[in-house]
């Protein structure tokens, strides 16, 4: 069993940064992959970023040189830094896990706006 706890999200201007944060309880963490999906208003969920336990990383190309994801498995925490951050990447930001099935995180609220 793994839970999941989102946290760092917030208004910020366009250009502006966040670190998000998953905290995550359970044993299976440190040999799980993890990734950060968003969800925007009237959108279907999409993949952000995605790291594997031996800290191998992909990101989906919208986000590409302005996000990195890192895991500290002592912690049992991922981050998300979002750096130059667009309105377009407003949405609702879930952290996920996957040991025989997907966990979720209860999302964390990201608004880029002026």
């Known amino acids: 069993q793994v839970q999941l706890v989102e946290s760092g999200g917030g208004l910020v201007q366009p250009g502006g940064s966040l670190r998000l944060s998953c905290a995550a309880s359970?044993?299976?963490?440190?040999?799980?992959?993890i990734a950060w999906y968003r969800q925007a208003p009237g959108k279907e969920r999409e993949l952000v970023a995605r790291i594997t336990s031996g800290g191998i990383t992909n990101y989906a190309d919208s986000v590409k040189a302005r996000f990195t994801i890192s895991r500290d498995n002592a912690k049992s925490t991922v981050y998300l830094q979002m750096n130059s951050l667009k309105p377009e990447d407003t949405g609702v930001y879930y952290c996920?896990?996957?040991?025989?099935?997907?966990?979720w995180g209860q999302g964390t609220q990201v608004t880029v706006s002026s």
């Open positions: 996920n896990a996957f040991f025989n099935r997907h966990y």
């Open positions: 359970g044993s299976i963490f440190k040999i799980s992959p």
